[in-house]
C-alpha cells in the first residue's frame, strides 16, 4: 500500500469521524433546544431570555466538546500516519545500495573518527561495507586509524556503522537506527509539514 493511500485512508476515517462527532453534538444540541422550547412557551419574558441564554451556553459547550474530540481524533491519525512513515523510512533504509549509501558510510566513519580524536575501530552491517572501509582506510591522512572489526552488527541496525575507541572506553554509534532515533523529533516535524501543510 502507497504512502499517498494510507494518507488519503486516514485522513477520509478521521473526517468521517469528526463529521460524525460534530453532527452528534449539534443532534444533542437540538434536543436540548427542544426540550427547553416546549418549557419556553409557558415562561414570562424574563425567564424565557434566561432559558435562551442557558440553551445557547449548552449547545456551544455541546459544539466546543465535539469540535475539540474531533481534532483530537484528527492529531492521533496525523500521529498514525507519521509513525507509519517511520515504518516505511526503515525498510527503505535496509535497501540503500551504490554510491548514495556509500557516501553516507562515508560521512559516518570519519564524523565518528573525529569524535574519536581520529581513530577507532569500526563494524559495519553488511559485508559488502567491508569494501568501502577499506577505501576509506586508503584514503586517511596518516594521522588518522581505523581499524577493521570483522564482526558484523546485527541487521536491524538498518545500515552504518558503530566506531570505538580504540581503548574500548568510548562509542560512537553511527548506525541508521540510531542516527534515525537520535533525530526523530526532527524528522517527525519535517514528515508532518511535508504531509500536512503542503
Keep these: 500500500m502507497s504512502l499517498d493511500t494510507i494518507l488519503e485512508r486516514i485522513r477520509s476515517d478521521a473526517n468521517a469521524e469528526a463529521a460524525r462527532i460534530i453532527k452528534a453534538g449539534r443532534n444533542e444540541s437540538a434536543k436540548v433546544k427542544h426540550r427547553f422550547g416546549i418549557e419556553l412557551q409557558e415562561m414570562d419574558e424574563k ?5 435562551e441564554t442557558k440553551i445557547r451556553e449548552l449547545r456551544n ?9 474531533a ?11 507519521i509513525d507509519q512513515c517511520f515504518v516505511i523510512i526503515k525498510e527503505s533504509l535496509t535497501d540503500i545500495r551504490g554510491e548514495v549509501y556509500n557516501a553516507s558510510l562515508r560521512t ?20 559488502e561495507d ?3 572501509i577499506a577505501k576509506i582506510q586508503s584514503e586517511l591522512d ?25 581503548d574500548g572506553k568510548t562509542i560512537v554509534d553511527n548506525t541508521f537506527k540510531a542516527v534515525l532515533e537520535r533525530k526523530k523529533d526532527q524528522y517527525r516535524v519535517e514528515i508532518a509539514k511535508k504531509l500536512f501543510e503542503g
Excluded: C, F, Y
Excluded at 149 to 164: K, Q
Design 61 to 69: 459547550v455541546h459544539l466546543a466538546n465535539a469540535h475539540r474530540t
Design 47 to 51: 425567564e424565557r431570555a434566561q432559558h
Design 71 to 81: 481534532r483530537q481524533i484528527k492529531l492521533l491519525a496525523e500521529e498514525e500516519l
Design 130 to 132: 567491508i569494501e568501502v
Design 142 to 166: 596518516v594521522a588518522k586509524k581505523l581499524e577493521l572489526d570483522n564482526n558484523l552488527l546485527p541487521a536491524e541496525s538498518l545500515g552504518g556503522v558503530l566506531i570505538t575507541s580504540l
Design 108 to 127: 559516518l566513519v570519519l564524523d565518528g573518527l573525529q569524535l574519536l580524536g581520529g581513530a577507532g575501530r569500526v563494524q559495519v552491517v553488511r559485508n
